[in-house]
C-alpha cells in the first residue's frame, strides 16, 4: 500500500503542530509548487525565513560551495564563514561580538544567560504582555503568552510582564534588581503590534538610568524585514544585546546573538556554548544573504514593496466593514479582522497564496523581501477572491 507524505508525517512525526495539508517540492522565487505541480505564491516566507525567496542563486552556490568543502568543526576550532559572518554582522550594527547558535529561541536564551551574568545580582528580566520569544522554558517565561505556558510549570523565576508600548509600566518595573528589560521592536506572533514612536528610545533611557540592559528581540523583525536592517535602527537607538535568527541564512537554521563589548565580556569559556553553533554552511548562507542585500537593493525593495502592500490592504479595509486594521512596517504587515484569520487563510491557500493567521484575528504577511508590487497585486486578487 502506497502511503503518502500527509500521511506518514501523521503517523511517524509527533503531532506538536496543526499542519495544513499540503505537502511542498519545491520552490522559485517567490513561488512554492507542492507534490501534485500546484503553485502557490508565499507571502509568508516560511514563517519569515525565506527572505530572498526560494532557490536564490547566490545562497544556493555558496551552501553547494561551502558543503563540499567543510560541512562541521565544532567551536573547540577555527573557521572563516562564522568569523567573516560575525564580522559583517558586527559592521552592519552597534554589535562588537557575535555568538552563533542555531534559532531564534536559542538567541534569546543566550541573552537572558548573558544579561543575568552580566548583571551580576541583578537577575529579573522586564517583558512584555503578548510578546513571543520561544519555546524553551526561559524564552517561553520570557514570552508574555500565558496560554503557551500552560502544563509546562513552574517557569523559571525572574521574569515580570508589563503592558508593551507602555513607557511608565516599565520605568515602574525597571529597578536595581533589573537585569534586563526585553522586547521585540515590533510583536510579530502576538499580532503584528507595532509600539507607540518614542517607544524604544524611552525604554533605552530607563535601561541607561537603572543600570539594566536593553535587549531587542529581533528574531523576527530583524535581516531587513521592516526596511532596516534591524527594526530599532528607525528609532536611532541601540540596544546592549540583539536576539536574531528566521532570514539570517534565508532557511538554514542558524541564529545569533549580538552584543556589546562590555555585555558580551560576561561570557568567558565553558559559561555557554552549544555544539551545531556557527555551522560553516549556515554561516556561508548568512554571507550570501548579506552579500544580496547590498549587491541587489533588497532593503530598497522592501520598503518600496511594503508601501505598496499596506496601501493596497488599506484600500481593500476601506470596503470593508470586517477588517479593522492593517499595520506594520516594511513587509512585515498584519491585517486585524472582526473575525477570526484562520478561514480565510486556508480559503487564500486553496486560491494559491499563502499567508498566516496570528493571535486568532490576525492575517500576517512576511512575503520574501525581494516580492515585486506585481506579484503582491496577484496575491492580494487572491485573497479578496477569497474573502466572504
Ligand atoms: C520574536 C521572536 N523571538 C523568538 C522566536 C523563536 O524563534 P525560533 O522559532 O527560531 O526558535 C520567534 C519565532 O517566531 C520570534 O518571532
Redesign the pocket.
Known sequence: MSTTTIERTNRFMVGNYARFAVAFDHGEGRYLFDENGKRYLDMFSG??VSCLGHGHPRVSEAIATQSKKLLHTSNLYYHAPAARLAEMLCERSFADRVFFCN??????EAAIKLARRAGGDRFEIVAAHG?????TLG?LAASGQPDLQEGFGPMPAGFMHVAYGDTEAAADAAGDHTAAIMV?PI???GGVLVPPAGYLRALREICDRTGALLIF?????GMGRTGKFYAHEHEGITPDIL?S??GLAAGL?I?AMLATESAAAAFKPGTHGTTFGANPVACAAGIAVIESFDAEGVLENCRASGEHLADALRAIAAQRADIKDVRGRGLMVGMELTGPARPIVDRALEAGVILNATAGNVVRFLPPLTITTAEIDEGLKLLEEALP
Request: aromatic content about 4%.
Open positions: 514563517l519569515g534559532s531564534g529561541t536559542e538567541s534569546v510578546s513571543f520569544h520561544g519555546r524564552a521585540e510583536i510579530g506572533e528581540d529581533e528574531v523576527q523583525t536576539c535568527a528566521k537554521p541564529g
